[in-house]
């Protein structure tokens, strides 16, 4: 085996351990968020921009960290392992704290995070059997659009007459479920195809294996 594969300290894995080392902060915002004091009151937006921007910087590391990954073609069993679970720690904990502001309806925050839950056990089930699906185009916008929901509900402010962050991230987020519950189907049909593909290589293999014992 490469010894690269067991390699913690490079780039795209420090960048990594920053987006998992940002996640305390977003949660204590929004947690402090949650209080009915004075003084929770007066830092409402402080805290608000706090949790929108340390997200936004967490969800750019998360683009260069595989970008950077790809380009220079390193992968490691760390950062196969803790780059997808700091991604779910990021999204379900915002998402978790955002319905508790009743910033989002908890019908969504089910959809989403079970459709997370549903493809990773769809992945597994996949690299068990040697194959690969790739991410449909309704996947790639179903985070686009929830990587914009949520941090504009996390500022939820209106910074100038024409751009309502909270309308906005409504309709991103509503549209990021729809868009979730459609890439799921997708993807469930792709792996379907490629299990019913499979099979159909297996038996045929078997068949042939057959005719030769018999041949010989």
């Known amino acids: 085996m490469d010894h690269q594969e067991w390699e913690i300290d490079n780039l795209p894995n420090r960048l990594t351990i920053f987006r998992v080392l940002l996640i ?20 409402n937006k402080f805290l608000g921009y706090t949790a929108a921007w340390t997200f936004v910087a967490a969800s750019i590391t998360d683009f260069f960290d595989g970008y950077i990954a790809r380009k220079r073609g390193i992968v490691t069993v760390f950062g196969s392992f803790l780059d997808p679970v700091a991604d779910k720690f990021l999204v379900i904990s915002s998402l978790v704290l ?6 989002i309806p908890v019908l969504v925050v089910l959809i989403l995070i079970m459709r997370e839950l549903y493809i990773t056990s769809l992945r597994l089930l996949a690299m068990e059997r040697g194959l690969s699906v790739p991410v449909g185009q309704m996947g790639k916008w179903k985070t686009a659009t929830q990587m914009v929901a949520i941090p504009l509900l996390m500022a939820n402010d209106t910074p100038w007459s024409w751009f309502n962050m909270t309308l906005v991230g409504t309709v991103c987020i509503y549209l990021a479920s729809a868009f979730s519950v459609y890439s799921a189907v997708e993807y469930s049909a792709g792996l379907f195809v490629k299990l019913k593909q499979k099979r159909k290589e297996a038996r045929e293999a078997r068949k042939n294996l057959k005719e030769k014992i018999v041949n010989e």
């Open 24 to 43: 305390p902060f977003i949660v204590g915002s929004l947690f402090i968020l949650t209080f009915e004091n004075e003084w929770a009151k007066e830092w």
């Open 98 to 103: 955002l319905e508790n502001l009743n910033r």
